[in-house]
Structures are given as C-alpha cells and as structure tokens.
Nanobody
Framework: QVQLVESGGGLVQAGDSLRLSCAAS????????TGWFRQAPGKEREFVAA????????GYVDSVKGRFTISRDNAKNTVYLQMNNLTPEDTAVYYC????????????????????WGQGTQVTVSS
C-alpha cells in the first residue's frame, strides 16, 4: 500500500506562485511515475502534469504549459508541482496520484491508470 500526502495549497492572488508537494510513503516501488490532477467544483477531474519514474519524461496539459513545472526528488520520495502566474481558472482541489505498477508515458494522462491517490490540497486564486 502506498500513501500520498499533498501539501502547499492555499489562497493566493492572480499572478502569484505556489509549490505543491506530494510525499509518498509505504510500500513504494522504485519511485513510481506520478501525476497531478485537479478538480474544480462541478467539473470532472482534469489531468495537469505527470512525471516518469526517472524524471526524464514530463507531460502537461496545454493550459499550464510554460507556467507549471513538475519535478521529483527520489531521495525524498517527493514530487513537486511549481505553479507560476496563477489565474482564477487554476482554482481547484489538486490531487497527486501514483500507479501500482510501471506505466508507459502515453497512459499517464488518464486518471484510470492510477491506483493510489492523495487526499487533495485546495488551491484558490483570487482575481
């Protein structure tokens, strides 16, 4: 079993930055690929970014490219999401997730490919 704990959310103004963290514990396997998703009220959960086990591959949804950066520190079993130039449209609960086995990069944008989820952290951006 893997536990994921997100932190770093908060209330900020448009144009500000936040850095989210996702700490993994439990029976991890070789630092699995990790994804960030978000869900705004009344909307479906949306893929935001994902990073491969080694960190060599990173993928982003078009709406955050150039503003968000995903990274990982495998020594700390932690994945980060640096979010810059935030807009009110980024307001949502942000979740990190990990699969229970190795996945190809092409599958990491789909929430159905993930088995472990954190509890989420709220990000609110005011205009």
């Amino acid at each position: 079993q893997v536990q994921l704990v997100e932190s770093g959310g908060g209330l900020v103004q448009a144009g500000d930055s936040l850095r989210l963290s996702c700490a993994a514990s439990g029976r991890t396997f070789s630092n699995p690929a990790t994804g960030w998703f978000r869900q705004a009220p009344g909307k479906e959960r949306e893929f935001v970014a994902a990073i491969s086990s080694s960190g060599a591959w990173k993928g982003y949804v078009d709406s955050v490219k150039g503003r968000f950066t995903i990274s990982r520190d495998n020594a700390k079993n932690t994945v980060y999401l640096q979010m810059n130039n935030l807009t009110p449209e980024d307001t949502a609960v942000y979740y990190c997730a990990a699969p229970s086995r190795a996945k190809g990069a092409s599958s990491l944008r789909s929430p159905q490919e993930y088995d472990y989820w954190g509890q989420g952290t709220q990000v609110t951006v005011s205009s």
